[in-house]
């Protein structure tokens, strides 16, 4: 089981990253709360991880703090949860904020998450409202700061990211119009997702 990697930054796809450690490329999805907090590539990253088997191949998943990580397995316990379905959950909502929907029993909130319609938002506010709902858990780790990453093809790269986390193109290019110009991938992707979220 790989718990921890720890290496050089290579490459961001949102919401896919490439860490170097001691010459061997690890590929980890990401969700975009982590992305977020990335440093700039080239530099030294460390994320817990959480390893998947299935038939269809291995799966590595990076995330910045020891809560996202838990909340992550607590996802993939509820029933029709898989782990690309907890990724989408975890870039839509922070831990935090994920933590509280489920404590107020908010199904408006999950609604709004590519994938989760009002079934699965429901069975997920039953499910985790023992194990989330309780104690609001503290993200005192989380790196939020968007760091400045700005690219000539950023706009394609923070388009690419809300393609792979389920929103159709014209969503995406919706949110992606109030953008400056100038934006970073990390600023614009989290921008554009507070715009999905509102709509």
């Known amino acids: 089981m790989i718990g921890r990697l720890t ?37 030294q990253v460390s994320l817990r991880t959480h390893f998947v088997v299935r038939e269809d191949g291995h799966f590595l998943f990076g995330f910045a703090t020891d809560e996202e990580r838990a909340t992550f397995r607590q996802l993939l316990k509820v029933s029709g949860i898989g782990a690309r379905m907890a990724l989408a959950v975890l870039s839509g909502l922070s831990v935090n904020d994920l933590a509280q929907a489920v404590a107020l029993q908010e199904a408006g909130r999950l609604v709004k998450i590519p994938g989760i319609g009002k079934k699965t938002a429901e069975r997920l506010l039953l499910e985790l409202r023992d194990k989330l709902g309780k104690a609001l858990p503290s993200v005192a780790g989380a790196r939020l700061a968007a760091l400045p990453d700005a690219a000539p093809d950023a706009r394609s790269d923070i388009l690419n990211a809300l393609l792979a986390l389920g929103y159709n193109e014209r969503e995406a290019l919706g949110a992606m119009k109030g953008l400056a110009e100038d934006v970073g991938v990390s600023e614009g992707i989290r921008q554009a997702l507070k715009a999905l979220s509102k709509s």
């Open 7 to 43: 290496g050089t930054l290579l490459e961001k796809n949102p919401p896919q990253i490439l860490v170097d450690v001691h010459g061997v490329g690890y590929e980890l999805d990401v969700p975009m709360s982590t992305f977020y907090g990335l440093p700039a590539v080239g530099a």
